[in-house]
């Protein structure tokens, strides 16, 4: 295990040597590289001795801190050469359940158009949208909370990679149920239920039988609700003002405690 000063010379020395080399050029040849290479083929060995896939994600998870200098240095100033390391990383982290980790290499994978290794079929976007969607319906359905920033930070940086519609949905349908799982039904958010109504309205838009229709008539069941709690102004649909004027309205701030006007009643969700 390298110490604390190897660790952050590593980091340097990573950082340096990837800054040398031009975007669409290969890391080979770049001793820090190649030294990680050697190290990651390895532990591959290691997982091959390991049938259990369970086994083989606890196993993956206590393997990728010692990398962590090393993506740590390539991506603070990496120009976007091919990084084998790097991209075989990003896999890891999916599979050893540290998605923000995996996002945070994906990003740079994605704006460098990193390729991903042979043995994989799917584009870098569809991996990263469809293992973080598959996931988080995987707890959700089992009735435990996912990271919605996960979700989030997943839609924002492979929204503009193509993918099969299919896989997109899955994503979409996770966040709008993240969103709902938020929601107090006795008082739901107006944000929240419009996030949640058009997620869920994309991933069925993409996908007809991705399994969220039930969860989009929940949701406008809610809307309904919270637009039948506001009050409006007849032929408006906007919340009345409060005009109520001061009693001593010219003699200053002094106003009587006893006539203030209140806001109980109004319907108004809370704020988040």
Known sequence: MLSPAQR?????????????VAPAMSMAGATAYEQQLLQLNQDRLR???????????ELKRSLIPAYAPYIEGVLSAGNGA??????????????AGDYA???HIGRYVLEHKLKMPDRFERTTGCLLAEEVANAALKQQKAGEPFDRFVLTLAA????????PDQARAKLHLALGKAYLAE????????????????????????????????????????????????PTVPGTGTPP???????????????????????TGTGEPPAN
């Open 8 to 20: 952050n010379q590593l980091r340097k020395r990573a950082a340096l040597q990837a800054a040398d």
């Open 47 to 57: 997982l091959k001795q390991v049938q259990s896939e369970q086994g083989k994600a």
């Open 82 to 95: 091919q990084d084998d390391v790097l991209t075989t990383l990003m896999v890891w982290n999916i599979d």
């Open 101 to 103: 980790a995996a996002l």
């Open 156 to 163: 924002d940086i492979t929204a503009a990679h193509d993918m």
């Open 183 to 230: 929601l107090d039904e006795a008082a739901p958010n107006a944000e929240g239920l419009e996030e949640a109504r058009a997620n869920l309205a994309r991933a069925i838009d993409l996908h007809s039988n991705c399994g969220g229709k039930k969860d989009l008539e929940q949701v406008q069941r809610l809307l309904k609700k919270h637009a039948e709690s506001t």
């Open 241 to 263: 003002v409060d005009e109520t004027s001061s009693p001593n309205q010219g003699e200053g701030d002094q106003t009587d405690p006893g006539t203030q006007a209140t806001e």
